[in-house]
C-alpha cells in the first residue's frame, strides 16, 4: 500500500539513507515500495541529544536507517543499562523498545523511544525529580 508523505517548503527527510531537502514549496510524495524513511520533525540530531533519553533516541534512528548494525546493537545495550540504573520508571519503556527490535519493528521502536523522550521531559519538569535523573554514570 502507497504511502503519501507531504513535505512543507524546505522541509528536509532521509529515505533510506539518503538526505533529501524539498524545494520552495510544498510538494507530496508517493511512497510505493518499503523503505525507511525520517521526517526533519522526527530526527534528533547528535547535537541535539542532550540528555540520556535522547541519546538512545540517536541510537535508534541508527539502528533503523542502518539495517541494525551490530555496533549500534551494543551500544544500546549499554545505553539502556545505565539509563535503568538512573531512571529505574524507563523500564517499560526499555521493555518495549526491546520487543519491537526483536520483532523487527524498528519504526515502531523509535516510536516508543520518543514516547520515552517526552516522560523524560515530563520527569525533569517535576521539582521533586532529582537533577541527575536522567544522566548515566
Not at 3 to 28: C, H, V, Y
Amino acid at each position: 500500500m502507497p504511502l503519501r508523505i507531504n513535505l512543507k517548503p524546505n522541509e528536509r527527510l532521509i529515505i533510506n539513507g539518503a538526505a533529501i531537502r524539498n524545494g520552495d514549496r510544498a510538494t507530496s510524495l508517493l511512497i510505493e515500495n518499503t523503505c525507511r524513511f525520517l521526517r526533519e520533525s522526527e530526527i534528533i540530531t547528535e547535537s541535539e541529544a542532550d540528555t540520556a533519553c535522547k541519546q538512545l533516541c540517536v541510537t535508534l534512528q541508527l539502528i533503523y536507517l542502518a539495517d541494525h548494525p551490530q555496533e549500534a546493537d551494543d551500544l544500546l545495550v549499554r545505553q539502556s543499562n545505565a539509563l535503568l540504573q538512573a531512571m529505574p520508571t524507563s523500564a517499560p519503556y526499555l521493555v518495549a523498545i526491546q520487543d519491537e527490535l526483536a520483532a523487527k519493528q524498528y519504526h515502531r521502536a523509535l516510536k516508543v523511544g520518543r514516547e520515552l523522550v517526552a516522560y523524560e521531559r515530563a520527569l525533569l519538569k517535576r521539582p521533586e525529580a532529582p537533577a541527575d535523573a536522567t544522566s548515566p554514570s
